[in-house]
Nanobody, 124 residues
Framework: QVQLVETGGGSVQAGGSLRLSCVAP????????MGWFRQAPGQERQGVAS???????RYTDSVKGRFTISLVSAKNTLYLQMNSLKPEDTAVYYC??????????????????WGQGTQVTVSS
């Protein structure tokens, strides 16, 4: 079974940056969909950013202008560049993927393949 592997999490101070990576063999093709989600302790999973390859990207309002989702198909890798990090960005971040037909939205049920998650901690 294909596994998605996230790396790049860590601890930073508020205002800092991190870049998350997700290696996703087989899912970085045209019209496939991929996304980044996060879950903080005691909170529901939240869609952060998504991309329909060859199509559009989406971001949840709280990260617009700070986070950027991107893809390097040749490396089978999805990225999430996170700038101007805030303590409220602290969470476990998950990569998710789905085959076409897919919508590339920010709802977890839209994705069938998930990674194990990587912890991001932002201190004030």
């Amino acid at each position: 079974q294909v596994q998605l592997v996230e790396t790049g999490g860590g601890s930073v101070q508020a205002g800092g940056s991190l870049r998350l990576s997700c290696v996703a063999p087989g899912y970085t093709r045209y019209e496939y969909c991929m996304g980044w989600f996060r879950q903080a302790p005691g909170q529901e999973r939240q869609g952060v950013a998504s991309i329909k390859i060859g199509g559009s990207t989406r971001y949840t309002d709280s990260v617009k202008g700070r986070f950027t989702i991107s893809l390097v198909s040749a490396k089978n890798t999805l990225y999430l560049q996170m700038n101007s990090l805030k303590p409220e960005d602290t969470a476990v971040y998950y990569c998710a993927a789905d085959r076409p037909p897919c919508t590339g939205g920010l709802e977890g049920y839209e994705y069938v393949q998930w990674g194990q998650g990587t912890q991001v901690t932002v201190s004030s």
